[in-house]
C-alpha cells in the first residue's frame, strides 16, 4: 500500500522557519519525482515546489522563490521542504504528493497524497 | 504563467443528475489536464488525466473530454459521494491548478 505521511507544520511567527517532512512507503521512491502543494485555508490548490527524481531538476513557485527549498533523501524515501523567511500568506495545508509519470524531469499529475500538515504564520 | 479558469464556482445538484465542471486554459495545453476531487478534510484524490483517461479505481460515471484550452469533466449521474470540491490541473507548464469547482446538494 502507498502511504505518505507528512510532518513538520506547526505555528511559527513571521520570517521565521520550518521544515516539513514527508516520509513514503509502498513504492520506490526513488523512481518518482515528487512535489509539495499548499492550500490555504478555505481556498484551492497550489503547487509549491517539484523535485526530480535524481534531485538534478527541482522547480519553485514564483510564490516562494528564493525562500523555501526542497530536497529529498531518497536512502531514508523522505522528500522534504525547507521554508524560511516565512510569512502569514504561507499558512496552508502542505501535502506532498508523487507525479504519477515516474522519473522525468517535467511536472505532471499527481496520483499519491499524503494528509498534510498545517503550517501557520502568525506572530 | 498558464491560468485556468473553472465555471462555476459552484452549484447545486440533485442525487442522479447529469453534471458537467469546464475548464479553460489561458493558451493551449493540448491533453495535459488532469482532474482531482477533493472532500473537506482530505487531500485531493486523481479522477482523470490526459484530459480523458480514468484513473484506476474510479467509476466510469466520471469522464473527461477536451483538448487546447477547454475541457470538460462530466459526471453522468451524481451519487452522494460525490458531492465535493473538483480541480482541474494543467501540466503543459508546470502544474497550475483552477481555482475549483464546489458541487453540493440541492
Known amino acids: 500500500e502507498v502511504q505518505l505521511v507528512e510532518s513538520g507544520g506547526g505555528l511559527v511567527q513571521p520570517g521565521g522557519s520550518l521544515r516539513l517532512s514527508c516520509v513514503v512507503s509502498?513504492?520506490?521512491?526513488?523512481?518518482?519525482?515528487m512535489i509539495w502543494v499548499r492550500q490555504a485555508p478555505g481556498k484551492g490548490l497550489e503547487w509549491v515546489s517539484y523535485?526530480?527524481?535524481?534531485?538534478?531538476?527541482?522547480y519553485y513557485a514564483d510564490s516562494v522563490k528564493g525562500r523555501f527549498t526542497i530536497s529529498r533523501d531518497n536512502a531514508k524515501n523522505s522528500l522534504y521542504l525547507q521554508m524560511d523567511s516565512l510569512r502569514t500568506e504561507d499558512t496552508a495545508i502542505y501535502y506532498c504528493?508523487?507525479?504519477?509519470?515516474?522519473?522525468?524531469?517535467?511536472?505532471?499529475?499527481?496520483?499519491?497524497w499524503g494528509q498534510g500538515t498545517l503550517a501557520t504564520v502568525s506572530s | 504563467a498558464i491560468r485556468m479558469t473553472q465555471s462555476p464556482s459552484s452549484f447545486s445538484a440533485s442525487t442522479g443528475d447529469r453534471v458537467t465542471i469546464t475548464c479553460r486554459a489561458s493558451?493551449?495545453?493540448?491533453?495535459?489536464l488532469a482532474w482531482y476531487q477533493q472532500k473537506p478534510g482530505k487531500a485531493p484524490k486523481l479522477l482523470i488525466y490526459?484530459?480523458?483517461t480514468l484513473q484506476s479505481g474510479v467509476p466510469s460515471r466520471f469522464s473527461g473530454s477536451g483538448s487546447g484550452t477547454d475541457f470538460t469533466l462530466t459526471i453522468s449521474c451524481l451519487q452522494s459521494e460525490d458531492f465535493a470540491t473538483y480541480y482541474c490541473?494543467?501540466?503543459?507548464?508546470?502544474?497550475?491548478f483552477g481555482q475549483g469547482t464546489k458541487v453540493e446538494i440541492k
Open positions: 523535485i526530480s527524481s535524481s534531485t538534478i531538476t527541482t
Open positions: 504528493a508523487r507525479d504519477a509519470y515516474g522519473s522525468g524531469s517535467s511536472m505532471y499529475y499527481f496520483d499519491y
Open positions: 490526459a484530459a480523458t
Open positions: 509502498g513504492f520506490t521512491f526513488s523512481s518518482y519525482s
Open positions: 493558451q493551449g495545453i493540448g491533453s495535459y
Open positions: 490541473q494543467q501540466y503543459y507548464s508546470y502544474g497550475t
